[in-house]
């Protein structure tokens, strides 16, 4: 998922994966989160908000379940891909 780079309130990136409907935030404390069933618009919206960190409250952080993490700084050819692997699970098992 491609990141793009914010400075809006406590956002810092914000991503979106269309094919599988999900939205990534990234925060300033080095926590992101993970949105299931976000809608192309939704992200359109926020990502070409002047208000991203507002729009974000209003409309995204209590109306979408979504899954916590930490993002930890990879190598850059790495970037973000195993930002929410599953609990005790590997990519190739």
Do not use: C, H
Not at 33 to 58: F, P
């Amino acid at each position: 998922m491609e990141m793009k780079r914010i400075n809006a309130g406590k956002l810092r990136a914000i991503g979106y994966d269309p094919r599988e409907r999900i939205l990534r935030v990234e925060f300033e404390d080095g926590t992101g989160i993970d949105y299931s069933g976000v809608g192309a618009e939704t992200w359109r919206k926020l990502s070409t908000s002047g208000s991203a960190w507002s729009y974000y409250r209003d409309n995204i952080e209590e109306e979408f379940s979504g899954r916590r993490g930490t993002v930890r700084p990879k190598a850059k050819s790495q970037a973000l891909e195993d930002f929410f692997k599953a609990p005790g699970g590997d990519a190739d098992t």
